[in-house]
């Protein structure tokens, strides 16, 4: 099994910055993706950055965003600054990997998610 544990959010203001971090452990064969999703109140989660060789942004974040992978640790962190009421939501972390049990076996892991906050 991989488990993800995300820290780092809280409640800020309009315009300020969070900072998330998630690290990946247990049975680690591989981890190809990680990524950040979110999910706003009563709505359905969304991808907000992804690394997969390449990274990709939510249009909604682009120049406001920065995430960061450390590959030899595991670990991916997402610099949030500029943050606007509708970056509300739980955000999540995801890990497509697989384990030593299974190493030809890719899953999708998910963290238990964090709070963000941003109030106007």
């Known amino acids: 099994q991989v488990q993800l544990v995300e820290s780092g959010g809280g409640l800020v203001q309009a315009g300020g910055s969070l900072r998330l971090s998630c690290v990946a452990s247990?049975?680690?064969?591989?981890?190809?993706?990680m990524a950040w999703y979110r999910q706003p109140p009563g709505k359905q989660r969304e991808l907000v950055a992804e690394?997969?060789?390449?990274?990709t942004y939510a249009d909604s974040v682009k120049g406001r965003f920065t995430v960061s992978r450390d590959s030899d640790k595991n670990t991916l962190d997402l610099q949030m600054n500029s943050l606007e009421p509708e970056d509300t939501g739980v955000y999540y972390c995801?890990?497509?990997?697989?384990?030593?049990?299974?190493?030809?076996?890719?899953?999708?892991?998910w963290g238990q998610g964090t709070q963000v906050t941003v109030s106007s």
């Open positions: 247990g049975n680690i064969f591989t981890i190809n993706v």
């Open positions: 690394v997969a060789g390449t990274t």
């Open positions: 995801k890990a497509e990997g697989s384990t030593w049990q299974a190493p030809r076996l890719v899953v999708n892991y």
